[in-house]
């Protein structure tokens, strides 16, 4: 329980002291990933402000890249990083990049699965006779868990294509880049937290399985 209220702790006191930092480049993170996108042939997608914190995405059935009022707005270090990390995810997507792909499949399929979960596992752990229940509470939640792991190498690659392209495009200096990279390891720990929750769940949950037999 502990460790995703860290996260999302560090991501957001670490987003709230760099998007104080304005970027040497003076733009804001809707001209960053405009210059990205156009860059990288991708001038089909558009860039649009969405509503909400941290609410930045990418839509890969529009063809869209969100970025919360304040990074689409503004021009900081934070907002740069956060911009150029969801256009990681547009030039994934334009290049079919595997592990996309594959959790675009997985992710309706896992959605069902973790919801359906629990109705068999609070019967199987309830009615200790119907253990059944139980395991097949666990293979559906397995579903849900493998659609966390494989979102750890998507979001690590689109970070890392970021801090490449503001760094080859001069969007920012030297003594930035630290503190953009801040910013996006922030970030990446809250996926980290939730898929360690996640397996550590799965795993007492087989416990509990295997210890019935």
């Given at each position: 329980?502990?460790?995703?209220?860290?996260?999302?702790?560090?991501?957001?006191?670490t987003?709230?002291?760099?998007?104080?930092?304005?970027?040497?480049?003076?733009?804001?993170?809707?001209?960053?990933?405009?210059?990205?996108?156009?860059?990288?042939?991708?001038?089909?997608?558009?860039?649009?402000?969405?509503?909400?914190?941290?609410?930045?995405?990418?839509?890969?059935?529009?063809?869209?890249?969100?970025?919360?009022?304040?990074?689409?707005?503004e021009?900081?270090?934070?907002?740069?990083a956060?911009?150029?990390?969801?256009?990681?995810?547009?030039?994934?997507?334009?290049?079919?990049?595997?592990?996309?792909?594959?959790?675009?499949?997985?992710?309706p399929?896992?959605n069902?699965?973790?919801?359906?979960?629990?109705?068999?596992?609070?019967?199987?752990?309830?009615?200790?006779?119907?253990?059944?229940?139980l395991?097949?509470?666990?293979?559906?939640?397995?579903?849900?868990?493998?659609?966390?792991?494989?979102?750890?190498?998507?979001?690590?690659?689109?970070?890392?294509?970021?801090?490449?392209?503001?760094?080859?495009?001069g969007?920012?200096?030297?003594?930035?880049?630290?503190?953009?990279?801040?910013?996006?390891?922030?970030?990446?720990?809250?996926?980290?937290?939730?898929?360690?929750?996640?397996?550590?769940?799965?795993?007492?949950?087989?416990?509990?399985?295997?210890?019935?037999?």
């Amino acid at each position: 329980m502990l460790l995703p209220l860290y996260a999302q702790f560090k991501v957001k006191n670490t987003y709230n002291k760099y998007v104080k930092v304005r970027s040497t480049s003076g733009m804001t993170g809707a001209q960053v990933a405009r210059l990205i996108l156009d860059r990288n042939g991708l001038e089909d997608v558009k860039v649009v402000e969405s509503k909400g914190f941290l609410s930045d995405h990418y839509n890969p059935l529009t063809k869209t890249v969100a970025l919360s009022s304040q990074n689409y707005h503004e021009a900081s270090v934070a907002g740069t990083a956060i911009a150029a990390h969801e256009v990681g995810h547009a030039i994934q997507d334009a290049e079919a990049y595997a592990f996309l792909r594959f959790r675009h499949r997985l992710a309706p399929v896992a959605n069902i699965t973790s919801n359906a979960s629990w109705i068999f596992i609070i019967i199987g752990i309830l009615a200790s006779s119907m253990n059944f229940m139980l395991g097949i509470g666990i293979a559906l939640m397995a579903v849900g868990v493998l659609f966390q792991i494989v979102t750890l190498p998507v979001e690590f690659n689109a970070s890392t294509r970021a801090m490449n392209h503001i760094v080859e495009l001069g969007i920012i200096r030297n003594e930035e880049e630290p503190h953009a990279k801040k910013v996006l390891s922030a970030a990446a720990m809250t996926y980290v937290a939730a898929t360690a929750v996640a397996v550590m769940e799965l795993l007492r949950l087989l416990l509990i399985f295997t210890s019935r037999d």
